[in-house]
């Protein structure tokens, strides 16, 4: 997406003064199609899940792969458990949190030597076998529902699957403007930041990435001019 160009990258504990612009949410889409794709229209990848060993190695990156492409590729869910059962070896959490949640990993994730699971990536698995076909095609979804075109995209339909919050600030100390991806509660825990500054004086608001929970994540504090004040990380609230 054309916007991603302008988060802002930060690199551990490096604390930056900010002013808040504004604060946009978004719905991220998927697109699922009106109508089902034909078993033989099934890309190749695809089908090597399918005709693969369930217990083998790799089987929750290949259950998550198979269940978000059922969902986009116009399964019902009732059908789409039926062939996904049959073909994974995965705890059933997988196919819920992935059927008609999250998006089919293009080919150029899928064609990446995988980390395991989530990671999409399988090359070290051997099913990536590209036909005649798969260079005219971003996804497995793209070919089995044969999407050339945005015209192509009107045989589905978009529902939105998550929602997002974006934080567009000016960085003092780079003189630059951006964004921060940031979830619901660090949204909340940043507007009682703003209140309590806006109530304040010689209040400073400052931005920072710190590890919760072992992962990085927007930390947002307010400062005086002088000395550190208060300092919160809303994963910890």
Not at 174 to 192: D, M, P, R, W
Request: include cysteine; charged fraction near 35%.
């Amino acid at each position: 997406m054309p916007w991603k160009k302008y988060i802002i990258q930060k690199k551990e504990g490096e604390e930056s003064p900010i002013s808040v612009e504004s604060i946009e949410r978004r719905e991220e889409m998927l697109w699922i199609s009106n109508e089902r794709a034909k078993p033989d229209a099934f890309p190749p990848c695809i089908k090597g899940i399918l005709s693969r060993t369930p217990e083998g190695r790799g089987r929750h990156r290949t259950a998550a792969i198979l269940a978000s492409f059922l969902g986009q590729a116009g399964y019902g869910r009732d059908e789409a458990r039926r062939i996904w059962s049959g073909a994974a070896c995965a705890e059933e959490r997988i196919f819920e949190e992935w059927f008609s949640r999250m998006h089919c990993p293009k080919c150029r994730a899928l064609q990446r030597k995988g980390r395991g699971y989530p990671d999409p990536g399988i090359a070290d698995l051997d099913l990536c076998h590209p036909d005649e076909l798969c260079p005219s095609f971003e996804g497995p979804v793209e070919y089995a529902c044969h999407l050339m075109s945005e015209e192509d995209r009107e045989r589905g339909s978009l529902t939105p699957i998550k929602t997002r919050y974006f934080v567009w600030i000016l960085d003092w100390s780079s003189g630059k403007e951006g964004a921060i991806e940031i979830s619901e509660k660090e949204k909340e825990t940043l507007q009682a930041l703003l209140e309590e500054k806006a109530a304040g004086r010689d209040m400073m608001l400052v931005y920072k990435k710190a590890r919760v929970r072992g992962r990085l994540r927007p930390c947002f504090f307010l400062r005086h001019q002088e000395e550190p004040r208060r300092q919160i990380l809303s994963d910890l609230m």
